[in-house]
């Protein structure tokens, strides 16, 4: 019977749902028909197949009936992922390879009209999420998208520059499908992946001159992941800032590491020589609420997302459109976000550290007497009001950035590097690990009521909450921040000073 099945995925979200592509050829008129709820890319594959098997010296069977049903037919199905099984079941069904042996495999990837194979998005993410339910088969992927997928741990995945290349790996395999001659494809090890790892320049924070309080505001940050809204004059150095948080924050896990890279695998753009390094992202002011938190059809991740274990930088906060903003506080609070559509639903992971910097006004010189504010009361008002209070409650640092006199910054000395006091971040990210196991952000209420504060510091939080009318949010945001402060004090218990410390981030700044 000329028929034949081969098994692939399609991504949604970050789930991998198996997609079963069946290959029968029939008598009849000829014709090439494509059916499975397939997009415009995936219907496109008819002609990049018929191509790609004609120019790699194989029969394609243009006297047939080919139908290609991709199931199951109610799951939306994009990109060019399917080219390669498509044509592996063509190939398959008109007998020019075994059929068993094909079973053995999973097979995505882009076929060119020569045969050649490109890479396809979301290689390390369909791994990822079909590991879960099916590990014994192995990948066969193009080469690029091989080295993407095979930083996840026991994968078995297997690389191919041609579609050749796998037509003859299939033809020599013999009773040891999972070890094929080396014509063909080859395997990639996990540790290949990482060989070629280049360095990524860092920027140091010996950088900016001056900005003590800043500094050790970005520090506290790091060691203990807060979110940071910086508040100052243009020129005053917050994007310097910003930039170079990035240097300061603990490393990531091997876990943390993977969920990240899979995140920005969704897109094309995770690349294997940056594993393990967080990501720094920093969009535009134009920015929509769709590129902030996700959307399209199928639903990919937005910037929120693609900082997943890293940072998001925010500049020129207020210029931002009040919709991008204020869908900004469900995934702050939660750490994750869910988009919903007719059908289907897709969630992405959102544990990302919120940085954000804005000027004090619209001139951006309030509270300055060179140059003196130019603006009218209506428009501070205006300016200010874009950030609304419940936004504003889940920022845990308020952070004034004063502009220094080029006699003062000439003046200053050169600070500590990011190395060391990355070091102290470090130390103090592992004492909260010790001691609850997860980083002092991510605290819960239950274990806040839990920290070792001592009778003064809790004395002075509640008479500032009850004089500042705080929300049970503030108060635990700045418990978190205290217990980070203790932490980089290697403080046992968290005392009144670092009660203080905490607190003075969430007063409201006046220029």
């Known amino acids: 019977m000329a028929y034949a099945q081969v098994h692939s995925c399609t991504v949604w979200g970050l789930r991998a749902p198996a ?23 995936v219907r496109e594959a008819r002609e990049r197949v018929r191509s790609a098997i004609l120019n790699s010296g194989l029969a394609f069977p243009s006297n047939k009936r080919i139908i290609v049903n991709l199931a199951p ?13 498509i044509a592996i079941g063509i190939l398959a069904a008109s007998e020019q390879i075994d059929a068993q042996a094909v079973h053995q495999y999973v097979f995505a990837g882009e076929l060119s009209l020569s045969g050649e194979l490109r890479p396809v998005r979301g290689a390390l993410a369909m791994l990822l999420g079909w590991q879960q339910f099916h590990p014994a088969l192995a990948w ?35 009773s040891a499908p999972l070890d094929p001659p080396a014509q063909g494809w080859s ?25 003590a309080g800043p500094k050790r505001a970005l520090e506290m940050a790091a060691a203990g992941g807060h979110s940071v809204l910086m508040i100052g004059p243009p020129g005053s150095g917050k994007s310097m ?63 929120i997302s693609l900082a997943h274990h890293g940072l998001l930088f925010l500049d020129e906060l207020p210029e931002f459109s009040r919709l991008a903003l204020e869908a900004l506080r469900e995934p702050l609070e939660n750490g994750r976000i869910t988009l919903s559509r007719a059908k289907h639903q897709a969630e992405f992971p959102a544990q990302f550290q919120w940085i954000a910097a ?22 501070i008002t205006r300016y200010q009001a874009k950030l609304s209070g419940p936004l504003l409650d889940r920022i845990d640092m308020q952070v004034h950035v004063p502009a220094l006199s080029p006699e003062v910054l000439m003046q200053a000395p050169v600070g500590e590097s990011s190395a060391a006091v990355q070091a102290r971040c470090q130390q103090a990210h592992d004492r909260a690990l010790a001691r609850r196991g997860v980083s ?17 510091a809790k004395q002075c939080l509640a008479q500032q909450a009850a004089r500042s009318g705080w929300s049970a949010r503030t108060v635990h945001r700045v418990m978190r921040l205290a217990q980070t402060i203790a932490d980089l004090a290697q403080a046992d218990d968290i005392a009144h ?10 007063m409201p700044l006046k220029p």
């Open 19 to 41: 997609v079963t592509v069946e290959v029968h050829l029939a008598n009849g008129l000829p014709q090439f028909a494509l059916v499975g709820l397939a997009d415009t890319e």
């Open 73 to 85: 037919a109610d799951l939306p199905k994009d990109s060019g992922r399917f080219d390669l099984p």
């Open 140 to 174: 066969v992927l193009p080469a690029q998208s091989a080295a993407e997928a095979a930083v996840l741990p026991d994968a078995r995945v297997y690389k191919a520059s041609h579609l050749r290349d796998v037509v003859q790996a299939l033809a020599r395999a013999d």
């Open 187 to 211: 395997r990639v090890s996990a540790l290949s992946s990482t060989k070629e790892s280049t360095p990524c320049e860092v920027l140091d924070l010996q950088d900016v001159r001056g900005q």
């Open 241 to 303: 800032l910003a930039q170079r948080l990035p240097g300061l924050l603990p490393a990531l896990t091997p876990s943390q590491a993977l969920a990240s890279a899979a995140v920005l695998s969704l897109v094309g753009q995770f690349q294997p020589a940056l594993w393990g390094r967080r990501p720094y992202r920093h969009p535009h002011h134009s920015a929509t609420m769709a590129a902030l938190v996700g959307g399209g059809a199928p639903p990919r991740p937005g910037e």
């Open 358 to 379: 804005m000027n004090p006004c619209p001139c951006g010189y309030l509270g300055s007497s060179q140059p003196a504010c130019r603006c009218a009361p209506e428009q």
């Open 440 to 456: 002092n952000h991510l605290l819960t209420p239950a274990q806040l009521q839990e920290l070792p504060m001592d009778a003064a």
């Open 497 to 506: 000073t670092h009660v203080m410390q905490a607190m003075h981030f969430k």
